[in-house]
């Protein structure tokens, strides 16, 4: 009896240990399965990524032999399929399923969406989708796109790309390139190279982030930003703009003041008499009063007097506002919209645009955007706030952006002389800081702080920050210049 009972000890050990046994290489066996469904699905996702992809650039490629072709040459709306082969052994590796969507402003294209949703042929079950936005580089990519040499002084705090078809001196701070499309320049006293540095090279300077200096990369057009002033007029004109012709008055009082409302809404007024300044400027040099006959005109600025106004909604297919004439343009913006400040039809004119007040968005998400365009220059008034924020993408066509140089300097002869100041204006003279949160793009020379020979601050403004807006850089607002002549995908991410 005791023989047998611990055969039957054993017995049960051994259906026990047999039974663990069983359990851990069902468990072994398992997971082993797990981990190869996994290696596929692992596998046909990166498949589907590939596929997907090669969707992208087959549609990239279609669009640059059939430019704004959004139909695959078929005539009939999308999806599309487009199979992608293994180019040695031509078999089927997966099919990508493109989408293609235009977003137009004023019935012309801004940019293209590409949605393209690929499955690989061996785990169908696994499809990845990417989506890419192709259009031209917009300037709207860099805090400064400049077409002449440029002194950035030290108390400028630069975040984002900062370009210039002339030379630079870069004292300020930048985080981004500084770039240059000369190899050597003339870096004169004015730009503060003392002495004169008659083969500078490219770019020059104190500031701290030499690492990031480039120079020389290719030019960016300014002409073709001149050339498009006339387009924009008739988009505003015939294809459902806002469009407001030339006002009463002799050309140094009339203009419009576009006050944008939160709501969505500007409400526009005609200026019908301005103050005349003192002022020196790099888009007009000295402006003073009384002077005409010398070739010097006033700076009219300042608005004196205006109409009491009209509140406007601004169209959603196409928010483009045509000035034809000169514009004051501040306030709170909501949607994406561009004003443009321009005679393309009166060559004896090339109205200026100003910025007297601050310029804010309603939203911060990148709905929000507003480009402002000049045929001349873009210029930030005397009696501007003494710490100022301006949002926007700000393009002098044929001037530059800048806030005057103003003075009530007794070295200039003030109070007497004629290019000082008023009375009541000194106290605006000198302001604390201007905060520009967007893109500067400038024809000519910017300047919005002026110091004297011995490099002490005494016009403008004594600190600059500017900060380029990346949520516009790949959806700005309607008919931003562009910075190159190439397309290519500005924007590529997984949906």
């Not at 137009?104 to 989708?129: E, K, L, V």
């Not at 003339?186 to 030499?210: I, L, N, R």
């Amino acid at each position: 009896m005791e023989r047998s009972s611990q055969s039957g000890i054993t017995t049960l050990l051994v259906i026990a240990f047999m039974g663990i046994f069983m359990l851990i290489m069902g468990t072994i066996t398992s997971y082993a399965f797990e981990e190869a469904r996994y290696g596929r699905a692992l596998l046909g996702r990166e498949q589907a990524l590939h596929v997907a992809e090669a969707g992208l650039e087959y549609y990239r490629w279609f669009l640059a032999h059939n430019p704004g072709n959004l139909q695959n040459g078929t005539g009939v709306a999308g999806p599309y399929a487009y199979t992608v082969k293994d180019p040695e052994t031509s078999a089927t590796i997966g099919t990508a399923s493109i989408a293609v969507a235009g977003n137009t402003q004023c019935g012309q294209i801004q940019s293209i969406d590409i949605t393209s949703t690929g499955s690989a042929s061996a785990s169908p079950g696994f499809p990845r989708t990417l989506l890419a936005r192709y259009m031209r580089t917009s300037v709207a990519a860099y805090s400064y796109v400049l077409n002449s040499s440029v002194w950035a002084g030290s108390s400028l705090s630069i975040t984002g790309n900062y370009f210039s078809n002339g030379g630079v001196r870069m004292d300020g701070t930048n985080n981004s390139y500084v770039q240059s499309a000369l190899s050597t320049w003339d870096c004169t006293s004015s730009y503060g190279c003392s002495p004169e540095q008659t083969t500078a090279p490219g770019v020059v300077g104190s500031g701290s982030g030499s690492a990031l200096w480039q120079y020389p990369i290719s030019s960016i057009d300014f002409t073709g930003m001149n050339t498009n002033l006339a387009n924009l007029k008739t988009y505003a004109q015939n294809n459902g703009g806002l469009y407001f012709a030339p006002a009463s008055g002799s050309t140094t009082q009339r203009g419009y003041h576009l006050i944008f409302n939160s709501g969505g809404t500007v409400t526009v007024k005609q200026v019908t008499s301005t103050i005349a300044l003192p002022s020196f400027t790099a888009t007009h040099g000295w402006a003073l009063p009384g002077y005409d006959s010398f070739g010097y005109p006033a700076e009219y600025s300042i608005i004196n007097s205006e109409t009491a106004g009209t509140t406007y909604t601004i169209p959603s297919a196409c928010s483009l506002i045509f000035v034809d004439d000169r514009a004051w343009v501040e306030g709170t913006v909501k949607g994406k919209v561009t004003v443009v400040s321009a005679t393309p039809s009166d060559v004896s004119t090339t109205p200026d645009a100003y910025i007297p007040n601050n310029i804010t968005y309603a939203t911060g998400d990148g709905t929000s955007g507003l480009t402002l365009i000049a045929e001349g220059g873009i210029l930030i008034p005397l009696t501007s706030p003494a710490t100022m924020t301006i949002h926007g993408i700000f393009v002098a066509v044929g001037g530059a952006f800048e806030r005057p140089f103003y003075t009530n300097d007794p070295s200039y002869g003030c109070p007497y002389d004629v290019s000082c100041v008023s009375a009541s204006y000194p106290p605006y003279v000198t302001r604390t800081q201007l905060t520009v949160e967007g893109s500067i793009i400038s024809n000519l020379r910017t300047g919005t702080q002026w110091v004297d020979g011995s490099n002490n601050f005494v016009s403008g403004y004594q600190n600059r920050v500017t900060s380029y807006d990346e949520l516009q850089a790949t959806n700005p607002p309607p008919f931003t210049p562009s910075a190159s002549t190439n397309y290519s995908f500005v924007l590529w991410k997984e949906q």
